[in-house]
């Protein structure tokens, strides 16, 4: 949620950045009904505080005449509205204004450069592509490597699913507990959040209610508060904190929480997107802070270093991008992907997103902190990143570290945990 009072103040500001991601003319149209909405709203308070008043004044003045003997004069009632109806009429208009300012999206930051995919910018490159003479593709391999049974995935779930097997299993468990335990070792709190959520904390995460119909959905009837299984972690984190002052003295907040995520998105059809490159559910580590607005910039480039540090200790060639305004998360103000090398497409893919949100999210989640002796509040700065995705690191290990004999190398680090250091046909 945005800053009313930064509207207010500073509309041209607001626009120019909105511009970034949206229609110039559209935003200036939503920013007019914002700021309509808003005089709307000061009107009817200031119109009910002072009938208030006015109310309060007559009936001192009734019970002064009275105990004076006195005929009390009685005001006509005629042409004014009732408390209750202008109430009512505040309620209605607060909520809209409330559903325009929730539809709004975060306002990017100073180096974030509007545009699409294609304005999207490398900044950072690690290693080199691995030298491969003859590519096999992650599902190729996996199949012949007995690590992913797609087709029984596939009759367990439908199109979007695959069940890992053997080594293939292993392999992603192995991966998950490594994450986690560098992810300790970093000072993150591991917590293990609910799989399902309150709508609340959709809204809160700033995916609802535009993305609404990304995610699954219980029945009212089953869950007649609204309940859905998380996309991300991320959801779950920001929601657990929702409506609470946090303490000045514990910021940077860090914690971290393993999840599958379900998604309702279109299953990978496409050469690149084939596998477990992108499904209904998949594993992920998310990495989050909670922060004074100060401490933001430091911590963001601490989780992005946190991240590729990560990557790299599998030995996997990566880069580091900055996204443009309109390839970022709507609830977000800046975000870097770290992409891993495909060999089979000559493509990078997404292993983790690491995003500052500002005071965005924590608005709408209510996530605040009140300065020692202090009475008055200000909201948190939240960020958070993948820590990693691993259903895209599988394939990237297997298509990077393949050898000419159909073999992979397994990553060092995992070594310990599978005992062995190849994968054979």
Same mark, same amino acid.
């Given at each position: 949620?945005?800053?009313?009072?930064?509207?207010?103040?500073?509309?041209?500001?607001?626009?120019?950045?909105?511009?970034?991601?949206?229609?110039?003319?559209?935003?200036?149209?939503?920013?007019?009904?914002?700021?309509?909405?808003?005089?709307?709203?000061?009107?009817?308070?200031?119109?009910?505080? $002072?009938?208030?008043?006015?109310?309060?004044?007559?009936?001192?003045? &009734?019970?002064?005449?009275?105990?004076?003997?006195?005929?009390?004069?009685?005001?006509?009632?005629?042409?004014?509205?009732?408390?209750?109806?202008?109430?009512?009429?505040?309620?209605?208009?607060?909520?809209?204004?409330?559903?325009?300012?929730?539809? *709004?999206?975060?306002?990017?930051?100073?180096? %974030?450069? @509007?545009?699409?995919?294609?304005?999207?910018?490398?900044?950072?490159?690690?290693?080199?592509? #691995?030298?491969?003479?003859?590519?096999?593709?992650?599902?190729?391999?996996?199949?012949? *490597?007995?690590?992913?049974?797609?087709?029984?995935?596939?009759?367990?779930?439908?199109? $979007?699913?695959?069940?890992?097997?053997?080594?293939?299993?292993?392999?992603?468990?192995?991966?998950?507990?490594?994450?986690?335990?560098?992810?300790?070792?970093?000072?993150?709190?591991?917590?293990? @959040?609910?799989?399902?959520?309150?709508?609340?904390?959709?809204?809160?995460? $700033?995916?609802?209610?535009?993305?609404?119909?990304?995610?699954?959905?219980?029945?009212?009837?089953?869950?007649?508060?609204?309940?859905?299984?998380?996309?991300?972690?991320?959801?779950?984190?920001?929601?657990?904190?929702?409506?609470?002052?946090?303490?000045?003295?514990? *910021?940077?907040?860090?914690?971290?929480? &393993?999840?599958?995520?379900?998604?309702?998105?279109?299953?990978?059809?496409?050469?690149?997107?084939?596998?477990?490159?992108? $499904?209904?559910?998949?594993?992920?580590?998310?990495?989050?802070?909670?922060?004074?607005?100060?401490?933001?910039?430091?911590?963001?480039?601490?989780?992005?270093?946190?991240?590729?540090?990560?990557?790299?200790?599998?030995?996997?060639? &990566?880069?580091?991008?900055?996204?443009?305004?309109?390839?970022?998360?709507?609830?977000?103000?800046?975000?870097?992907?770290?992409?891993?090398?495909? #060999?089979?497409?000559?493509?990078?893919?997404?292993?983790?997103?690491?995003?500052?949100?500002?005071?965005?999210?924590?608005?709408?989640?209510?996530?605040?902190?009140?300065?020692?002796?202090?009475?008055?509040?200000?909201?948190?700065?939240? *960020?958070?990143?993948?820590?990693?995705?691993?259903?895209?690191?599988?394939?990237?290990?297997?298509?990077?570290?393949?050898?000419?004999?159909?073999? %992979?190398? %397994? #990553?060092?680090?995992?070594?310990?945990?599978?005992?062995?250091?190849?994968?054979?046909?």
């Amino acid at each position: 949620m945005l800053d009313m009072e930064l509207i207010r103040k500073d509309r041209d500001a607001v626009a120019a950045a909105l511009a970034k991601r949206l229609d110039a003319a559209e935003v200036d149209r939503v920013l007019a009904e914002i700021q309509q909405l808003d005089r709307e709203r000061r009107r009817l308070i200031t119109e009910i505080d $002072g009938e208030r008043q006015r109310r309060k004044a007559e009936a001192r003045a &009734y019970a002064q005449a009275k105990r004076a003997g006195v005929e009390p004069q009685v005001t006509s009632e005629a042409g004014r509205k009732q408390v209750a109806e202008l109430e009512a009429e505040l309620d209605e208009v607060q909520a809209r204004l409330h559903t325009t300012m929730s539809e *709004l999206p975060n306002l990017p930051a100073e180096d %974030v450069v @509007p545009g699409g995919k294609e304005a999207n910018r490398v900044v950072k490159t690690f290693g080199a592509p #691995p030298a491969i003479e003859k590519v096999r593709d992650h599902v190729e391999l996996s199949r012949m *490597l007995g690590l992913v049974d797609h087709e029984r995935g596939v009759k367990l779930g439908g199109s $979007g699913f695959w069940m890992y097997t053997g080594l293939g299993a292993r392999l992603e468990w192995a991966l998950v507990n490594w994450l986690i335990e560098r992810n300790i070792e970093a000072g993150y709190e591991f917590l293990l @959040p609910p799989h399902l959520l309150l709508d609340s904390a959709g809204f809160a995460a $700033g995916q609802f209610p535009k993305f609404y119909d990304d995610v699954y959905h219980l029945d009212k009837q089953s869950a007649p508060r609204g309940q859905f299984l998380l996309p991300t972690a991320e959801t779950a984190i920001l929601g657990a904190y929702q409506d609470e002052i946090l303490e000045t003295a514990k *910021l940077p907040l860090k914690v971290f929480a &393993y999840t599958p995520c379900y998604r309702r998105e279109a299953a990978g059809s496409h050469s690149d997107e084939r596998g477990t490159v992108r $499904g209904h559910q998949f594993n992920k580590v998310e990495i989050f802070q909670f922060t004074l607005p100060e401490q933001a910039d430091a911590a963001l480039e601490q989780m992005v270093s946190h991240a590729e540090s990560l990557v790299e200790g599998l030995g996997l060639h &990566y880069q580091r991008s900055l996204l443009a305004a309109g390839d970022s998360s709507a609830s977000m103000r800046k975000t870097l992907d770290i992409e891993v090398w495909m #060999p089979s497409t000559g493509k990078y893919k997404e292993v983790s997103s690491v995003s500052w949100g500002g005071d965005y999210q924590a608005r709408r989640a209510a996530i605040r902190y009140r300065e020692p002796g202090g009475k008055q509040t200000r909201f948190v700065h939240t *960020l958070n990143g993948s820590a990693l995705a691993t259903s895209r690191l599988l394939p990237a290990i297997l298509e990077q570290f393949q050898q000419p004999d159909g073999s %992979v190398l %397994v #990553p060092e680090v995992l070594r310990p945990r599978l005992n062995t250091d190849r994968l054979t046909p």
